[in-house]
């Protein structure tokens, strides 16, 4: 891999406290990694315990809770789990989703409600929950939503639906908070190398043929490193960052001109 730009090189986050949900893999691990390399507390969320070890062996500074965030009461959970060791939360990077390939004909409602239930409601509890810690440390909130959060997406439309469900939640939280001083942005990544598209299901075939046809479409050529990605959900982070809120900001190599 030849993209490494992490952690951005004036960001500070030292002793912040910082929770990134799926941070067991691919653009939630490079994060994950990124913040406690610029100096913060990290604590790491995903189902599998294996892989979020395998993210904290990278730095001392990166704790870890297994846990599947689609349990409604995960999420109060895991910010509990940080405050009680921190004492507080600076911030909360909502990462953790799922994709989905779900033409009409074949859509279900316990389809929608599992997609739905990680990639909107889990968001939602963890900032709620987290809500009094941000307000006391005047924090920040990035969600990861999708260029397809604001683009369509044939054949996966409910996923395209979560993600536009995130960014609008990132504007009306942004209003909501700004009397706070809560910062609340969106990152909208392009195809980036990561288990997802695995993860949502697909054989191996499929999935090189859909990563072929990405980076055929991606005006820079080529799909996304996880550590492009992460760099910037740092960027938004930054608590230099100061009047930065309500945005969503797309890195894509360029998808979203097309
Ligand atoms: N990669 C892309 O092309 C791309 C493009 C646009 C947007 N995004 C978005 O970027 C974010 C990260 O995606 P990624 O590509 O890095 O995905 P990934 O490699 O599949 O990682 C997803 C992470 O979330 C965790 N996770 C999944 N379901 C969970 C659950 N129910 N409870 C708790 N943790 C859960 C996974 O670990 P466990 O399986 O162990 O739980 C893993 O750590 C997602 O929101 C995704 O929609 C990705």
Redesign the pocket.
Known sequence: MHHRPHPPRNADFTDKVVIV??????????AARAFAHAGAHVL?????????EE?AADHPRIATH??????PH?PSQVIEVATSRWGGVDVLV??????KVMPLGEVTADAITDLF???VT?PSLLAGTALPHLRASRGTIVN??????HRPLPGAAH?AA??AA?EQLTRSWALELAGDGIRVNA??????????????GLPETIVEQIKHD?AARIPLGR??E?EE?ATWILRLADPAATWLTGQILTI?GGLDLT
Do not use: M
């Open positions: 949900t799926g941070a067991g893999s691919g653009i939630g691990r490079a790491g969320v995903a189902r599998r315990s294996q892989t979020l993210t297994a846990a599947d965030l689609r349990d995960v909502n990462n953790a989703g799922a994709t239930s990680l990639n889990a990861i939503s999708s260029t397809y959060g996923y979560s993600k995130l990152l909208a990544p392009g195809p980036t190398e990561s288990q997802a598209l695995t993860a949502a990405e799909r996304g996880p990605v894509d």
